[in-house]
C-alpha cells in the first residue's frame, strides 16, 4: 500500500529508513534529507539574501525573500529557507569562507537550530546540586500559598495544608515544586516582602526536610528568591525575566548551580491584559528572549542555566495564547529548555465556558500540544491527571 510517511524527528526517519533495510551508511547519509526544514532569518542585509537564496537554489532548495531584495530596492529583508535538514548542512558548509555582510553570524545560527533538529544531546538541569535530567517532558506543580490566586487562592495558606498539597503532588508524579507567595493573575495587587517571604519561607523548609525534590520559587523580588534558596529552593521562576529586580543577577551570581526561569510578559500583572498587542507575536517574543539571553550573558549567567517560558496569558489576547501554542516548536530554537504554563488559565474558558478548576481538558489538550512539540517543564495544578496523560502519550511515542 504507497502511502504518505510523517517523519517527526531524526529517530523516526532512521526507523523507517531501518524498516526497509537500508544500509546503516545509508541511513546515516538519508536521514536528516527526510527531515523537511524551513528557516526564518530575520533582518538580513540585501547583500546575504541574495547571497542565500542563490545558495539555497545551488543545492536544490529554496529561499523566500522580499520584493525588491533581488534588484537591491530593499536593504534588508526577512527570509525563509525552504528546504530539508540536509540542504541545510550543505548551506552552512557553503558559507563556511563568507565574511560579509552578517553572514558569519547567521552561519552560526544556522548551526545551532540544525544541532537542535538532529542533536540528541539530552539537556541536565542542575537545580543546586540536584540533577534534573531533561530527557523526557516534566512536571511542575503549582502550590500557590496566597489568598487571591485565580484558580487555587486561599486553599494552602496554613503551613501544614500547604506542605501536604505538596507531598500529594510528589507522589502523583511532580518532578518540581512551585512555591509562589504573591499573586500574579491580571490586575492583582503587589506583595511586599515581608509578606511573600511569611507565606513561602515555612513552607519551603517543611517540604525540604520530606524531600529533595526541585523547588522553584515563583517570584520576581531578589531578597525573597535569595532568602528562599537559602531555605531550600533550587530554581528561581522569574515571571519578569530578571527586569523587575536588578538584584537578581545578583542573587544568581551568588548562587551559581541555581537555574532561571524567564517568561515573556508584557507590562506588569497590574497592566498586561490592558490593550496587549502584537505585530507577530512569535517574533517579538522570540526577540524579547534574546534580549534577555544576551543580558544573562552580558552578566556572567551561563546559558545552561536558562529556561523560557513563553508567558500564556501574560499580556496575551486569545489569539496569542493559541499562536502561541501552535507554534511551540519555534521556542526550540534557542537550543535552550521551555516551559509551558498553561493549566486552568482563561484562554481554555474563552474556548468552553468554565471556571478554572473545570478545565482539565483544556489543560491536557495544551500539555498534549507541548508534549508534541519537545517542551521540557509544564507547570500545571492536576499532576495526577497530567502524569496518567503524558505516560501514554510517551508509551504511543516509544513503539518503534
Not at 543546586?128 to 511542575?140: A, Y
Not at 513552607?203 to 525534590?213: C, G, L, M, N, T
Request: aromatic share 4%.
Amino acid at each position: 500500500m504507497n502511502r504518505i510517511l510523517y517523519i517527526n524527528d531524526l529517530e523516526e526517519a532512521k526507523n523507517e529508513l531501518t524498516k526497509i533495510k537500508v544500509s546503516s551508511q545509508g541511513i546515516a547519509v538519508m536521514a536528516s534529507k527526510a527531515l523537511g526544514l524551513s528557516i526564518k532569518l530575520t533582518k538580513v542585509h540585501v547583500g546575504a539574501a541574495n547571497i542565500l537564496k542563490q545558495e539555497m537554489l545551488s543545492i536544490g532548495g529554496d529561499a523566500a525573500v522580499a520584493r525588491g531584495v533581488v534588484n537591491g530596492v530593499e536593504k534588508t529583508s526577512n527570509m525563509i529557507l525552504l528546504g530539508n535538514a540536509d540542504k541545510i548542512k550543505k548551506l552552512i558548509n557553503k558559507l563556511n569562507h563568507q565574511t560579509i555582510f552578517g553572514l558569519p553570524e547567521i552561519r552560526t545560527d544556522l548551526e545551532l537550530m540544525l544541532e537542535n533538529v538532529l542533536g540528541k544531546q539530552t539537556t541536565i538541569l542542575n537545580c543546586n546540586g540536584k540533577k534534573l535530567k531533561l530527557d523526557s517532558i516534566k512536571i511542575m506543580g503549582v502550590l500557590n500559598v496566597t489568598p487571591d490566586s485565580f484558580s487555587d487562592g486561599n486553599k494552602f495558606i496554613r503551613v501544614d495544608k500547604a506542605v501536604d498539597h505538596a507531598i500529594r503532588m510528589l507522589e502523583e508524579g511532580a518532578d518540581i515544586i512551585d512555591v509562589g507567595g504573591e499573586s500574579t493573575r491580571p490586575g492583582a495587587e503587589m506583595v511586599d516582602i515581608p509578606t511573600e517571604l511569611e507565606r513561602i519561607i515555612p513552607v519551603i523548609e517543611e517540604f525540604r526536610k520530606r524531600s529533595d525534590i526541585p523547588i522553584s520559587i515563583d517570584t520576581n523580588k531578589a531578597e525573597v528568591a535569595d532568602k528562599a534558596i537559602h531555605a531550600g529552593a533550587s530554581i528561581i521562576n522569574d515571571i519578569s525575566a530578571l527586569r523587575f529586580d536588578a538584584g537578581m543577577v545578583k542573587v544568581l551570581l551568588k548562587y551559581p548551580d541555581v537555574p532561571i526561569i524567564m517568561m515573556h510578559m508584557l507590562g506588569t500583572p497590574q497592566t498586561m491584559q490592558k490593550e496587549p498587542f502584537y505585530e507577530d507575536t512569535i517574533d517579538e517574543i522570540m526577540e524579547f528572549f534574546q534580549e534577555r539571553i544576551d543580558h544573562c550573558i552580558s552578566n556572567k549567567i551561563n546559558r545552561s542555566r536558562i529556561v523560557l517560558d513563553p508567558g500564556i496569558g501574560f499580556g496575551k489576547r486569545q489569539i496569542d495564547n493559541l499562536i502561541i501554542l501552535k507554534k511551540l516548536l519555534e521556542f526550540k530554537s534557542f537550543g535552550l529548555p521551555v516551559q509551558l504554563g498553561a493549566s486552568r488559565k482563561s484562554f481554555i474558558g474563552k474556548i468552553y465556558d468554565s471556571k478554572p478548576e473545570d478545565r482539565l481538558e483544556g489543560s491536557l489538550a495544551a500539555t498534549a500540544l507541548a508534549f508534541q512539540n519537545g517542551v521540557d517543564i509544564v507547570r500545571v495544578h492536576d499532576v495526577q491527571q497530567h502524569k496518567l496523560f503524558i505516560q501514554t502519550l510517551q508509551r504511543i511515542k516509544d513503539v518503534k
